[in-house]
């Protein structure tokens, strides 16, 4: 293990891998902060980029992305009240307050130190956690796998907001049904194809996360005009200074909130927007009736509680993403298909093939979260001047590179007529209110569930006893059960849409 | 009738891929295995289809549950479908780089913009910086057949 982690920082700690971490801190700081497009939309965009990079490089700029644009939608919270992602809403709660006061620049900064400091908390936590989870995946097999595929999918769904539980469903078993397109593994012969030769490598998954996030996501702003608007409040670089009082009233919550964040960021489905309100109104409560300002008024806890726990989640994410290949949401879905499209395998395979790319992605998390505070929290009144941009320049900018970036993949326009098919199905079904992130999940892991699901029943001589013949497979299995049975009786719910 | 909606859609997506599946070829020496070809996707549209009557069945609840419908341009998005459906059709005869600029030209002018020089000059300026990107990662752009050339 040490030697792996001795590779990992030999790989993170290479200059062109560092230009990696500050360029994709700088990029998901900047996409995440549009309003409309969270990380998601950021890393899907990324991905044609990382075409001519190598895994390592490719990985950690997406992830310096991802938690770049988690840090970057906390700006536009605060000083325009339009948060950048789901996942920084409950910073506005706070935030946009006080900014309106003319604290803009406190709350800058508090969101700054709480992201830094629940993001190294959670890069701390991962690389406690991931070598030991890994370890144990180690010993799965295929029926193992089959039904931890199958876990991931329950979850992600059953964590759908409220009333989305069955529309969440739904979406897996479409994602899984576009998964099915393509040439089969078992015959070798086309399937589900509609005669078009262009099927028949499948669906791409670029296309697909290009289409259900980012376009999905331009046409939607134009549909129901929420796009971003102009101006805002504004902050000043010396404006970024916390005196005693501001750090003594938020490093308790920042200490508590980052734990409560990395551990609602490791369970698959729920994610750092879960973790966000979860810590806000932990916080609220906690305060009671006599907090002043009062919570929703500009109190700086409020602030300090979703900031931290919502980075402190999107590293825990990378806990059951490196270590079992389930992704958690949405985001780590996309990272995890650009894991797949880059030749590697996330899991236990990756710990034992790649050490140097698992624990490269690690280490560049403490160099990543270090660049975010001490690059971009200076830079952010220059970077916040983007917010000036008008939108009716913006929008098309994106629209073009989700175009090129599904192009550039095949060089084959009939996949851009596809991605537009799609995009129109997927603002239809949003408008619906059917959660995205179960579809893109299906779509990622239904291929490697039938293959599992083939070799469970070979082993098994096409019995069902894979599923509850070893103790790992049977915990899954009852837990997919509840998991799967249990959110039909839920009554309340928070959408996980990260 | 807009709470039976996602149930009916739900459905609809059942049928039209369950009939599809039907179509899937299946080897003699793989139709007595206990996995086949046909299997997973006969069962995501059984799944598919119960999921689609539960939806109808809680249509009420599930209404209840949604968000609000916001109203905007449906005009404008159906446009912007548009203009990138057009764009994939000019992308071989006029390339990357002409369609790049077009297309992010059409999306302004269709989202507000209507003065001629930002309309002129941006997606100019973006097209070059594109193709400049484009080729320092050494990715071969298509200039398009009208102009017959490889930039």
Redesign the interface.
């Known amino acids: 293990m040490f030697d792996g982690f001795l590779a990992g920082v030999d790989t993170a700690f290479t200059s062109f891998n560092m230009l990696m971490v500050i360029t994709g801190c700088f990029a998901g700081t900047f996409i995440g902060m549009l309003p409309g497009l969270g990380p998601a939309t950021a890393v899907a965009l990324m991905i044609p ?1 990382t075409w ?1 990079l190598d895994p390592a490089a490719a990985i950690i700029l997406m992830a310096g992305v991802y938690y770049g644009a988690v840090f970057g939608g906390s700006t536009s919270s605060i000083l325009i009240n339009a948060p950048g992602c789901s996942s920084t809403v409950a910073t506005a709660f706070d935030g946009y307050p006080m900014a309106q006061r003319g604290a803009a620049g406190k709350a800058l900064a508090v969101a700054a130190w709480s992201s830094f400091s629940g993001g190294m908390f959670g890069a701390v936590g991962l690389l406690v956690a991931a070598p030991l989870l890994a370890k144990l995946a180690m010993t799965f097999q295929s029926p193992d796998y089959a039904l931890l595929m199958l876990l991931g999918l329950t979850a992600v769904a059953s964590l759908s907001g ?3 539980v ?2 969440g ?2 979406m897996a ?2 994602g ?2 576009l998964a ?1 397109v393509g040439t ?1 593994g ?2 070798g ?1 086309p ?2 194809t ?1 005669g078009q030769p262009d099927l028949v490598d499948g669906l791409n998954f670029v296309l697909i996360a290009m289409a259900t996030y980012a ?1 999905a996501e ?3 702003g ?6 971003p608007g102009d101006g805002g409040a504004t902050a000043r670089f010396r404006d970024l200074a916390l005196n005693r009082a501001d750090v003594r009233a938020v490093a308790p919550v920042i200490a508590r909130q980052s734990l409560l964040g990395f551990l609602v960021g490791v369970l698959p489905g729920a994610g750092a927007t879960i973790a966000s309100f979860l810590a806000y109104s932990t916080e609220k409560n906690l305060a009671g009736a006599t907090a002043r300002p009062p919570f929703g008024e500009g109190n700086v806890r409020g602030v300090a509680a979703p900031e931290s726990a919502n980075n402190a989640a999107t590293t825990g994410a990378f806990v059951p993403l490196l270590t079992l290949g389930i992704p958690g949401s949405g985001t780590t879905a996309i990272l995890l298909g650009a894991m797949i499209a880059h030749g590697l395998q996330p899991g236990p395979r990756l710990y034992a093939d790649h050490p140097e790319v698992f624990w490269s992605v690690i280490v560049s998390m403490f160099v990543g979260n270090l660049m975010l505070l001490v690059i971009n929290l200076p830079m952010i009144p220059w970077l916040a001047k983007v917010l000036r941009l ?4 913006l ?3 994106v ?2 590179f ?3 970036g599904v ?2 993949v095949s ?1 084959n ?2 996949d ?2 596809v ?2 098919v799609i ?2 199905i997927a ?3 949003r ?4 959660p995205m992130a179960p579809l893109l999940l299906g779509f990622i892991l ?1 291929g490697y ?2 293959d599992n ?2 070799r469970a ?1 070979i082993l098994y001589d ?2 069902l006893g894979f599923l509850w013949q070893r103790p790992a497979s049977a915990v899954m299995a009852i837990a997919t059960l509840v998991c799967l049975v249990l959110p039909l009786f839920r009554r309340s719910g928070i959408t996980a849409t990260d | 009738m807009r709470r039976f ?2 149930g009916l ?2 459905l609809t ?1 059942a049928a039209v ?1 369950g009939w ?2 039907m179509d ?4 003699p020496a ?1 139709a007595r ?5 046909r299997t ?2 006969l069962v ?1 549209t059984a ?2 289809t119960v ?2 009557v ?2 109808l069945v ?1 249509a009420h ?2 209404a ?4 609000p ?6 005009r ?2 159906v446009g ?2 548009g ?3 057009l ?3 000019l ?2 005869p006029l390339g ?1 780089p002409v369609t ?1 600029a077009l ?2 030209a ?3 002018w ?4 209507r003065r001629i020089l ?1 309309l002129l000059a ?1 997606p100019a300026f ?1 097209s070059v910086v ?1 193709v400049v990107l ?1 080729l320092l ?3 071969d752009l ?1 200039a398009g057949s009208l102009w017959s050339k490889h930039v």
């Open positions: 980029m001519g409220h009333g989305q069955l529309k469903y739904a078993l479409f899984m049904m099915t089969d078992i015959t012969l399937r589900l509609f376009l331009v046409v939607l134009v549909l129901e005009d929420r796009l008008p939108s009716h320049v929008m098309p900018l629209v073009v989700c175009l090129l192009y550039l060089f326009p009939g851009v007529l991605l537009v995009a129109a603002v239809f079904l408008r619906l209110d059917f239904g569930l039938e699901l083939q029943f096409g019995g | 909606l996602p859609v739900v997506l891929y599809q599946v899937i070829a299946i080897l793989d295995e206990a996995m086949s070809a997973l996707p995501l799944a598919m999921i689609g539960l939806l809680t609840a599930q209840t549950a949604s968000s419908v916001r109203r905007g341009d449906g404008k998005a912007l479908l203009v990138c459906a764009s994939a059709t992308l071989d990357v790049t297309t992010l059409a999306g302004m269709l989202l507000g913009e930002p941006i973006v594109l484009l990662l050494a990715i298509p």
